[in-house]
């Protein structure tokens, strides 16, 4: 009997954990993030510039292996998919560094700065444990992926077609 009832409450408790968003909270949408000239800006203003258009959010940092590594095979995706809008994120330690990293390893797209990290209310409504990270956004701006940590993942592509 009681592992027919620890069976329930995992069942039970794993159900309310996997559902994936579809929009982004009011709280994470006023943090403030910086943008390339050290201003300041909220993540809800910055997304709703994109309105109309499809966004791959990138999440990542100079300092991280993965993301690094990664950058050829993002460079790639990009160049396939030009109408795509590319935000990255970066969770780097100072603007320095991620604005130095911009130039030295030639990423294209928008760029902003997340200053309160994955510890900040955006970080935390995404759950940030492993960067990369990818989120794809549709026209409407709602999320029609909320998480893959490569962009060869199949998902980040059959979201990108809907």
Same mark, same amino acid.
């Given at each position: /009997?009681k592992k027919i009832v620890l069976i329930?409450m995992?069942?039970s408790? $794993?159900g =309310? =954990?996997?559902?994936?968003?579809? +929009? @982004?909270?009011?709280? $994470?949408?006023?943090e403030? @993030?910086?943008?390339l &000239?050290?201003?300041?800006?909220?993540?809800? +203003?910055?997304?709703?510039?994109? *309105?109309g258009?499809?966004?791959?959010?990138d999440?990542?940092? $100079?300092? =991280? !292996?993965? =993301?690094i590594v990664?950058l050829? !095979?993002?460079k790639e @995706? *990009?160049?396939?998919?030009?109408?795509?809008?590319y935000?990255?994120?970066s969770?780097d330690?100072?603007?320095r560094?991620?604005?130095?990293?911009?130039?030295?390893?030639?990423?294209?797209?928008e760029? @902003?700065f /997340? *200053?309160a %990290?994955?510890k900040?209310?955006?970080? !935390?409504?995404l759950?940030?444990?492993?960067i990369?990270?990818?989120?794809v956004l549709?026209?409407n %701006?709602?999320? &029609?992926?909320?998480?893959a &940590?490569?962009?060869?993942d199949?998902?980040?592509?059959?979201?990108?077609?809907k």
């Amino acid at each position: /009997m009681k592992k027919i009832v620890l069976i329930v409450m995992i069942i039970s408790f $794993s159900g =309310c =954990c996997f559902e994936t968003p579809t +929009e @982004f909270t009011e709280a $994470s949408l006023t943090e403030e @993030f910086v943008t390339l &000239t050290d201003e300041e800006i909220a993540i809800g +203003e910055i997304l709703s510039k994109y *309105q109309g258009k499809k966004v791959l959010i990138d999440v990542w940092a $100079s300092w =991280c !292996k993965d =993301c690094i590594v990664r950058l050829p !095979k993002l460079k790639e @995706f *990009q160049r396939e998919n030009p109408e795509i809008v590319y935000l990255f994120l970066s969770l780097d330690k100072s603007t320095r560094s991620w604005k130095s990293a911009i130039d030295r390893l030639g990423i294209k797209g928008e760029h @902003f700065f /997340m *200053q309160a %990290g994955k510890k900040g209310t955006f970080g !935390k409504f995404l759950d940030l444990w492993w960067i990369p990270r990818y989120v794809v956004l549709d026209e409407n %701006g709602k999320i &029609t992926l909320y998480k893959a &940590t490569k962009i060869t993942d199949k998902n980040i592509v059959q979201a990108l077609k809907k």
